[in-house]
């Protein structure tokens, strides 16, 4: 295992666990594309999303940090993007960040990342929860986590976030 086969080592696990599961569950194919190229850029991503996941104040402050660092490292990495928007989303209602710092360094994260990859289940699925937090109508943030589903109907994040805006609303 070394830095520069740690994504190949990846693929071939995920192939294999694809391979025993095929016509168990529906999965759909895999892209083959990884996240990023850069480990530190993925390691920075893993701690970030990990960090704002518990919705403590403290935590998500070093979230955003963390995922900072890791679009510093890659520019490119959508999803690190789209995780960053969804953190500054959650630090206005968890943590201590204004709604009038936050929101346009979340839609700067989330427009990037949607720009990089408009059709990941991921990117879309954080789209919807951004368009929540900036209350857009129900239709819109609901038809938002439908194209998430559409892209990956396992995504369960994208579930969850249409039931809780559906209840909600």
Do not use: C
């Not at 995922?67 to 959508?78: G, H, K, Q, S, Y």
């Amino acid at each position: 295992l070394t830095a520069e086969n740690i994504f190949q080592i990846q693929d071939e696990i995920s192939k294999a666990i694809v391979l025993e599961l095929n016509g168990r569950i529906d999965l759909l194919p895999d892209a083959n594309k990884p996240l990023t190229k850069s480990t530190k850029a993925l390691e920075a991503y893993l701690k970030g999303k990990a960090a704002y996941a518990t919705r403590d104040a403290e935590d998500i402050e070093t979230g955003i940090t963390e995922l900072i660092r890791a679009v510093t490292l890659d520019p490119e990495f959508a999803v690190a993007h789209a995780k960053l928007a969804r953190a500054y989303s959650l630090a206005t209602e968890y943590g201590e960040l204004a709604s009038v710092n936050a929101n346009p360094r979340a839609q700067i994260h989330i427009e990037k990342a949607l720009a990089l990859a408009p059709d990941d289940s991921e990117v879309l699925s954080d789209y919807a929860w951004w368009l929540n937090s900036s209350e857009a109508s129900t239709d819109k943030i609901a038809a938002a986590f439908d194209a998430a589903i559409a892209a990956n109907p396992n995504n369960a994040d994208a579930h969850r976030g249409k039931g809780f805006v559906l209840m909600n609303n």
